[in-house]
């Protein structure tokens, strides 16, 4: 009765789950509430999703995000505003605790507005470098839509983003070949440091380049540039340690209702399309509030190999050169489903058995995939060699939440009675044959030594 009880708890739990796998309150950070107008089309995707959305301006007073050392929201939008400051309840430090709690962050900036100094601070914290004027304005004069910037050129088409690489899941590439290109209006560029936690999303075309329209307006010095071509992000990404999430989007007019439904067309003299906009913003909104590539461990299991021995499960001790089978379990969070988590091709999950250094290192086979979960095995010999052993798991992946998982267990020497009998070692019948024919020659001698007749000198003397 109780195990149906729990069960009914989960089935209501599934029912009720959010859109999110980390909880559904949204913080929606704007200059006046009323500019949400704008994004009716984005935030109502959010909503429909199971997103809770609260409002607020940064002069608010009751604007907090923490309450009594807890999150207040699960996840925060930032939307350009004119003020320079956020306030107090919206610092640096503020933020760098909120992802610290495993708060997810998205930040949209604007050529129109200066970029607050707390979001610049923030940038600063993530090895993000925006131009010295936070303002600095992207163009490109191949690359844009005839119709809506034909003097200005800082309308981008740019193409859908591809995996970064083999092996990488490709959350943001359209299935199949779409034609759609995603609209950078009005857009704010950045630099991406060296981190290996950071990744872009969406790179600038080649011929794009960032400068200032207030000061560079009669012309651009390339030796003034802030930066050009594929080295400018226009929307990039942050998976921090703990596997909370932050992205910065260059240009918040592409999220607005305008050019969801807008059609655009090409500098090249192409014909009118309409855009990709809607879908990515659904992917990179998705992907930052933990809605898509989210991993989770179900269980881990290792236990003997070896015929004839007790195959417990999670033994806390095993033997020298013992035969040992690993499994793990993992499933993968997409919109609202937990189903089986499988890694892209050319990539594989590992297994590490190491104590200082790893002794081996495997690749981790499917061996079982059910509707929700899918199992990973190795097996392998545990080396001849005693001590504190670690099985383990440290998949990381972009765009992907990280597996560090570590199995503690303890690899004793053979006992007295589990050495294999010399007897049984046909390279030592040699020595034990010669130890047999010397105890063999030893007893012979022994016994026609002390059995043979001894001779009689005195008869012998006396025949002399």
Known sequence: MKSLFSFLLLLLAAAVQAASSTGSRLLVILN???????????????????????????????????????????????????????GPNLTPNKFVDFMNANGNIMVALSSDNVASS??????????????????????DHFNYDVSSAADKHDTLLVSPPKPLKAGVKGYFTPE??????????????????????????????????????QEQADGVDPADLFAAGSQLGLVSTFQARNSARFTLVGSADMLTDKWFDAKVKPADGGKAVGTWNREFAKRISGWTFQEIGVVRVNWIEHHLNEAGEPSESNPHIYRVNN????????????????????????????LEFAMLSAFHRLDLTPVEVTPNAAA???????????????????????FVTSIDEKVTVTVRH????????????????PWIGGIVSTIVGFLAFSAVFMYSKPTNLVESKKKQ
Do not use: C, M
Request: hydrophobic residues 35%.
């Open 32 to 86: 006046d509430v009323a500019d949400k107008e704008k994004y009716s089309t984005f935030l109502g995707d959010l909503t429909s999703r199971g997103f809770d959305i609260e409002y607020e301006t940064p002069k608010s007073e009751s604007l907090t995000l923490f309450h009594l050392g807890e999150r207040t929201y699960d996840h925060v939008l930032v939307l350009p505003t004119k003020i320079k400051g956020l």
């Open 118 to 139: 707390s979001i610049t601070a923030l940038l600063t914290e993530l090895d993000i470098s925006l131009p010295a004027d936070r303002t600095g304005l992207v163009v």
């Open 176 to 213: 199949g070949d779409s034609a759609e290109p995603v609209v950078f209006p009005h857009g704010v560029g950045h630099l991406l440091g060296q981190g290996h936690l950071l990744n872009p999303v969406l790179k600038a075309p080649d011929t794009a380049y960032s400068y200032n329209p």
């Open 323 to 350: 035969n040992v089978t690993f499994t793990i379990s993992l499933s993968e969070y997409t919109w609202n489903t937990w189903v089986p988590y499988q890694p892209p091709a050319q990539d594989a999950i590992q």
């Open 376 to 398: 990973y095995s190795a097996s392998f010999t545990i080396p001849s060699q005693h001590g504190i052993f670690n099985f383990l798991v440290n998949y990381k992946r972009p």
């Open 414 to 429: 053979l006992a007295h009675n589990e050495f294999t009998r010399s007897y049984d070692i046909v390279a030592a019948w």
